[in-house]
C-alpha cells in the first residue's frame, strides 16, 4: 500500500529535523577547535608564538584546560608544542585557522551590512561562523559584495 501525501510529508519534515540536529551537533564539536586554532594564530601573528598562559587568558579558563585541549589539537595534526616555548600551527592547523577567520570576517561584515555595531557584529560572529552553512556563507558574502 503507497504511502498518503501527509505520512511522506511527516517523514520529510522529520528527517529535516533530525538532519539540522545533526549539524548543530556537528558545528558544536568543531567550534572549540576552531576557536582555539584562530586565537593561535591570532597570538602568532602579534606575539611569533601562543603561550599556554596567553591561550588561557584570553579564552578566560584555567591552564589545565589549556593543556587537554592542545592535546588533542596536536593528537589532531593540528599544532605543534616545542618545549619551553609556545604553541605552533602545523600546515593543517593553518589552513584550518585561515578558513574559520575567514568565515568569521564574513560574518562580522554582513552584520555590519546590517547595521549592527561593531562591537556586537565582532561578538556575534564569534558563535555564528561556526553554525552558518557554506551556501548560506556565500550569500551573506555575495550580500555584503553587492553593497560594496
Same mark, same amino acid.
Given at each position: 500500500?503507497?504511502?498518503? %501525501? *501527509? ?20 558545528? !558544536? @564539536? ?33 591552564? %589545565? ?17 616545542? %618545549?619551553? !616555548? ?8 593553518? $589552513?584550518? *585557522?585561515?578558513?574559520?577567520?575567514? !568565515?568569521?570576517?564574513? $560574518?562580522?561584515?554582513?552584520?555590519? *551590512? ?7 557584529? @565582532? ?8 553554525? $552558518? ?8 558574502? !555575495?550580500?555584503?559584495?553587492? @553593497?560594496?
Amino acid at each position: 500500500m503507497a504511502r498518503r %501525501p *501527509a505520512a511522506r510529508a511527516r517523514t520529510k519534515s522529520l528527517q529535516a529535523d533530525v538532519e539540522s540536529h545533526r549539524q548543530a551537533r556537528r558545528s !558544536r @564539536r568543531t567550534a572549540l577547535v576552531e576557536d582555539y586554532v584562530e586565537l593561535i594564530a591570532d597570538l602568532i601573528k602579534k606575539d611569533g608564538e601562543a603561550r599556554q598562559t596567553d591561550l588561557a587568558r584570553c579564552l578566560g579558563v584555567a591552564q %589545565p584546560t589549556v593543556a587537554k585541549m592542545l592535546k588533542r589539537l596536536i593528537g589532531d595534526g593540528l599544532v605543534a608544542q616545542k %618545549p619551553y !616555548r609556545g604553541v605552533f600551527l602545523t600546515e593543517t592547523g593553518k $589552513v584550518l *585557522a585561515e578558513q574559520s577567520h575567514k !568565515r568569521h570576517q564574513i $560574518v562580522e561584515s554582513f552584520l555590519l *551590512a546590517l547595521g549592527v555595531s561593531g562591537e556586537t557584529a @565582532r561578538i556575534d560572529a564569534e558563535g555564528i561562523e561556526h553554525h $552558518v552553512s557554506d551556501e548560506t556563507l556565500t550569500a551573506l558574502q !555575495r550580500f555584503v559584495e553587492g @553593497r560594496s
